[in-house]
């Protein structure tokens, strides 16, 4: 039984390590995508030197990766705690406080990063990201969008229209998150339309997300959302072809609100203002 | 309809995970109508990548985590099931990601692509994923 007890020791405890050598290892690790192993060694890191910010940087690291945000924070707040200028530990923070919804603490944590270290290239991305976010201008006039009008098709479970900057204008059927939806969806659409960009394949005009349930289709084109929930074994050129209608009937019944009086009566709940109605079909 | 396999056999040993990433990425990017894949940590680190030269990985990789977590977050603020893929088409491209254990799967691919052949193997390759790194308990 020792023997046995010997062998099933976790790897990290097998053999003496020096500091260096198991942050070395947990660095493999973490190359491979095996975190939990990666882990195991930091922890044996920071057992022998609990102050070695290399061994708090990588445990933040870590944290992140496995999709653990507090512990993250925690981590990469230690580690400006004793160097604050870290540009990783910075940037590690920034992208905490963006999944929190804090953009203020991300544009703070971005725009220290970059001060220190302008040649920085995940955190000019990050903060170009950030920035495109803000100049999203609401609308002035808000279109009172006859959403009874856009039928969705048989098999539609929920259709959101909103602005860029994450507005609701209106959904259907008017579900109380559906505003909390519209922001989402916006926020998510703004970060591919930022990689997009990265990458030179130029502006973002459709999307699908897909969960177990749903396949979420969506036309934008930079200002207005439409975006249409149907199964998710939908044909996806099927789902296209439905949004692609639901948008042009969306950009109509917006022509047609901005052409009536400013008294006309909504079909729907309608949370936020509108996009300045957009006519372009791209 | 599903879409191409991948044509890979993962041994589960622990020392070959790092070679399998690596084949994974590769065998995405072999695909038709794909210019690039990736697989990123969510915390952003880049753990295999083939994409063109002129596609800063860095800097996509910074994105691409962040938008893989926001809609994670964004879904779990909601009450709502994660997302398992999506699917960003622009004028010149189209950029497919897909949630994992290890991190986000990424594709660039053509603005024509066969959006369920690329569907089918980015779920066959977290399909690898899952059983290669299923058997890793957490920490």
């Given at each position: 039984?020792?023997?046995?007890?010997?062998?099933?020791?976790?790897?990290?405890?097998?053999?003496?390590?020096?500091?260096?050598?198991?942050?070395?290892?947990?660095?493999?690790?973490?190359?491979?995508?095996?975190?939990?192993?990666?882990?195991?060694?930091?922890?044996?890191?920071?057992?022998?030197?609990?102050?070695?910010?290399?061994?708090?940087?990588?445990?933040?690291?870590?944290?992140?990766?496995?999709?653990?945000?507090?512990?993250?924070?925690?981590?990469?707040?230690?580690?400006?705690?004793?160097?604050?200028?870290?540009?990783?530990?910075?940037?590690?923070?920034?992208?905490?406080?963006?999944?929190?919804?804090?953009?203020?603490?991300?544009?703070?944590?971005?725009?220290?990063?970059?001060?220190?270290?302008?040649?920085?290239?995940?955190?000019?991305?990050?903060?170009?990201?950030l920035r495109a976010d803000?100049?999203?201008?609401?609308?002035?006039?808000?279109?009172?969008?006859?959403?009874?009008?856009?039928?969705?098709?048989?098999?539609?479970r929920a259709l959101i229209?909103?602005?860029?900057?994450?507005?609701?204008?209106?959904?259907?059927?008017?579900?109380?998150?559906?505003?909390?939806?519209?922001?989402?969806?916006?926020?998510?659409?703004?970060?591919?339309?930022?990689?997009?960009?990265?990458?030179?394949?130029?502006?973002?005009?459709?999307?699908?997300?897909?969960?177990?349930?749903?396949?979420?289709?969506?036309?934008?084109?930079?200002?207005?959302?439409?975006?249409?929930?149907?199964?998710?074994?939908?044909?996806?050129?099927?789902?296209?072809?439905?949004?692609?209608?639901?948008?042009?009937?969306?950009?109509?019944?917006?022509?047609?609100?901005?052409?009536?009086?400013?008294?006309?009566?909504?079909?729907?709940?309608?949370?936020?203002?509108?996009?300045?109605?957009?006519?372009?079909?791209? | 309809?599903?879409?191409?396999?991948?044509?890979?056999?993962?041994?589960?040993?622990?020392?070959?995970?790092?070679?399998?990433v690596r084949d994974i990425?590769?065998?995405?990017?072999?695909?038709?109508?794909?210019?690039?894949?990736?697989?990123?940590?969510?915390?952003?680190?880049?753990?295999?990548?083939?994409?063109?030269?002129?596609?800063?990985?860095?800097?996509?990789?910074?994105?691409?985590?962040?938008?893989?977590?926001?809609?994670?977050?964004?879904?779990?603020?909601?009450?709502?099931?994660?997302?398992?893929?999506?699917?960003?088409?622009?004028?010149?491209?189209?950029?497919?990601?897909?949630?994992?254990?290890?991190?986000?799967?990424?594709?660039?691919?053509?603005?024509?692509?066969?959006?369920?052949?690329?569907?089918?193997?980015?779920?066959?390759?977290?399909?690898?994923?899952?059983?290669?790194?299923?058997?890793?308990?957490?920490?």
């Amino acid at each position: 039984m020792p023997l046995l007890r010997r062998l099933w020791r976790p790897a990290a405890h097998r053999a003496p390590l020096t500091v260096a050598e198991a942050l070395r290892r947990a660095e493999r690790h973490r190359q491979e995508g095996r975190y939990a192993e990666a882990g195991a060694l930091v922890m044996r890191a920071l057992e022998l030197d609990g102050d070695n910010l290399h061994a708090h940087l990588l445990a933040a690291y870590l944290h992140a990766a496995r999709r653990a945000t507090a512990p993250a924070k925690a981590e990469f707040g230690w580690v400006l705690g004793h160097d604050a200028n870290h540009a990783r530990a910075l940037l590690g923070l920034a992208r905490v406080a963006l999944e929190e919804g804090d953009d203020a603490t991300c544009d703070e944590l971005l725009c220290r990063a970059l001060r220190f270290y302008p040649d920085f290239p995940e955190a000019a991305a990050l903060l170009d990201a950030l920035r495109a976010d803000e100049l999203q201008t609401p609308p002035a006039v808000p279109p009172a969008l006859r959403v009874d009008r856009l039928r969705l098709p048989g098999t539609g479970r929920a259709l959101i229209v909103g602005g860029a900057d994450g507005g609701l204008i209106a959904a259907q059927p008017a579900t109380n998150d559906a505003s909390h939806v519209s922001e989402a969806l916006a926020r998510a659409l703004r970060l591919a339309t930022a990689a997009l960009r990265r990458c030179g394949l130029g502006p973002l005009h459709r999307a699908i997300i897909e969960d177990e349930r749903d396949a979420v289709f969506t036309r934008t084109d930079g200002n207005l959302i439409v975006s249409l929930a149907l199964p998710r074994a939908t044909d996806p050129p099927q789902g296209l072809l439905d949004v692609n209608r639901l948008w042009s009937a969306t950009l109509h019944e917006l022509r047609l609100a901005a052409a009536s009086p400013p008294i006309a009566q909504r079909a729907t709940p309608v949370s936020t203002p509108a996009a300045d109605p957009t006519r372009r079909v791209s | 309809m599903s879409g191409p396999r991948l044509k890979l056999a993962l041994e589960h040993d622990n020392a070959t995970r790092g070679r399998h990433v690596r084949d994974i990425v590769q065998e995405l990017q072999r695909l038709q109508w794909v210019r690039g894949a990736m697989i990123v940590a969510a915390d952003g680190f880049v753990i295999a990548a083939e994409l063109p030269s002129t596609v800063a990985v860095d800097s996509l990789a910074a994105l691409t985590a962040t938008l893989g977590r926001e809609l994670e977050t964004s879904a779990a603020r909601l009450g709502r099931p994660s997302f398992s893929t999506a699917m960003f088409s622009a004028d010149d491209g189209t950029m497919f990601l897909a949630g994992s254990r290890i991190g986000y799967l990424v594709v660039l691919a053509d603005q024509q692509a066969n959006v369920q052949a690329i569907r089918g193997a980015l779920a066959d390759a977290v399909g690898l994923i899952e059983v290669a790194w299923g058997d890793v308990s957490p920490a």
